[in-house]
């Protein structure tokens, strides 16, 4: 996009319980709204048209071109998606129209032979469309030079000839001590490397998944350790839209901790619940953990918790789910009783972009739900509502807001007696996220063949 090239990111397939509303009220991954944000786009669901949602290690709730569209089981992964494909493939065609290039984003591995009948993201998108493709390596999670060799030497002899090149990510330390393997990587394969990212401390985008939550950076704020506030999330099994928390973490003097420690939840300044992809099953797990009585604990003694949509629910007096969770009907089940009313489960999903105010702070973010809400008391709040300093709300986002997020903060170092203020020349989260863009963006120009891949292209540069 900085080069005039019109340029717009795809994945056909996205695996995740991190998504994004739209402006026109569809839903894709988080990460595709990421990266038509750094495209210079708005975006839309043929980025993502096709969404899986993982409700159990065996059942996904499918979204295409950015509305519910049923299920898929364990046992049609592999053989139930030819309709998706087709979805998919129409979404890249109406892309390609209308751009000079198209980035289209792999999912897991072009290695899973298991799978390549059906694949429709990796090599099959590849394929049908005769891109050429480039291998990118995570080294931070080991073993890079055989996933490379190991890819190439398992894909078909018909695919093989689409893997034109390949780039490493993510790398800590002396590049140069990669040359020799890299040399026999090209030799052994023919594909020529075009660069080593480094390991970019300060960058961390949106997360895809819950792996990624909370990989923070954790650069020195100057805040000293007497002024600053401590967050506990807790990692729900089924984290839904993890990323609202990402705003807490770049606040300067907040330290955000992922965790599944009680120790934690009962003592950190703010404890946040995030959303869930599955809040009955979530909720018997917080029960079984023993975190459940360690969040009630807080609301006892008055200490400050955040519960966002499923977190949200969770809080409640009862949950009527007869449409989400695995086994049929559920019926009633009693919720944590820390804020009262009731959530209703219905088919209907909702997306929405609401807007409101909180004590004169501008407050917007989105909602993706089945759960409608009834609150029976306690004090209205922008999606929801509080009593004490237990707050739930069934808005994403809220937090991106800077001044609703630095006031809520301050409320929180209020009634836990820190010394935490908010800084008020440090950058708005926007900019912050901006800025992490151009980071990214920097680093690829000067470690990697920028050229080189545009070159693989066959529409070439503006």
């Keep these: 996009a900085r080069r005039g090239v019109r340029v717009a990111p795809f994945k ?9 509303v739209c402006r026109d009220g569809t839903e894709i991954g988080r990460a595709q709204y990421l990266q038509a944000q750094a495209a210079g786009l708005e975006a839309t669901s043929a980025m993502n048209p096709v969404l899986l949602k993982p409700g159990s290690d065996r059942r996904a709730h499918v ?36 751009h000079d290039l198209v980035v289209c984003e792999g999912a897991g591995s072009p ?31 080991g073993g890079v030079l055989a996933a490379l060799y190991g890819t190439w030497a398992l894909v078909s002899d018909e695919d093989r000839p689409l893997l034109a090149a390949y780039v490493i990510n993510k790398f800590r330390g002396d590049a140069s001590v990669l040359e020799p393997g890299l040399a026999e990587i090209t ?43 401590s967050v506990a999330v807790v ?24 965790t599944r420690d009680s120790a934690l939840v009962r003592e ?13 099953s979530d909720l018997q797990w917080l029960r079984s953990t023993g975190l459940a009585a360690a969040v009630t604990d807080r609301h006892r ?11 949200y629910q969770m809080l409640l007096s009862e949950i009527v789910d007869d449409v989400e969770q695995d086994g049929g009907a559920s019926g009633p089940v009693a919720g944590l009783d820390l804020l009262p009313g009731r959530v209703v489960f219905g088919p209907e999903k909702v997306l929405a972009r609401p807007r409101g105010t909180w004590r004169g702070h501008p407050v917007e973010g989105y909602e993706i739900h089945h759960g409608v809400v009834s609150p029976a008391g306690g004090e209205q709040v922008p999606g929801g509502h509080r009593v004490g300093s237990t707050t739930g709300t069934i808005w994403h986002g809220t937090l991106e807001c800077d001044d609703f997020r630095r ?17 008020r020349d440090a950058p708005p989260f926007a900019r912050r996220r901006e800025g992490m863009i151009d980071a990214l963006a920097d680093a690829l120009e000067a470690h990697v063949d920028v050229d080189g891949i545009l070159d693989l292209t066959t529409k070439g540069r503006a």
């Design 407 to 423: 006031a809520l903060l301050t409320e929180v170092a209020a009634s836990t007696g820190s010394s935490w203020t908010p800084c």
């Design 12 to 20: 056909a397939q996205n695996m995740s319980n991190h998504s994004m």
């Design 235 to 258: 990692r729900l099994p089924r984290t839904s839209n993890g990323t609202d928390v990402d705003a807490l973490a770049a606040e300067p003097g907040v330290d955000v901790r992922v």
């Design 268 to 280: 950190a300044d703010l404890v946040v619940l995030p959303g869930s992809r599955a809040t009955v």
């Design 301 to 311: 003694r008055g200490a400050p918790v955040l519960g966002i949509c499923g977190g």
């Design 111 to 141: 290695a899973e032979i298991n799978l390549r009948a059906g694949d429709y993201v990796n090599l099959g998108l590849a394929q049908r469309f005769s891109l050429p493709t480039v291998l990118v390596g995570d080294i931070d999670r």
């Design 63 to 98: 979204v295409v071109r950015g509305r519910p569209a049923g299920e898929l089981r364990a046992g049609e992964y592999a053989t139930g998606r030819a309709h998706l494909a087709q979805a998919a493939f129409a979404a890249y065609e109406e892309l390609a129209a209308e």
């Design 187 to 229: 030799h052994r394969t023919g594909m020529p490397s075009l660069g080593v990212l480094p390991w970019l401390q300060d960058v961390w985008l949106d997360s895809e998944d819950s792996l990624s939550m909370g990989a923070w950076g954790d650069a020195a704020d100057g805040v000293p350790a007497d002024r600053r506030l």
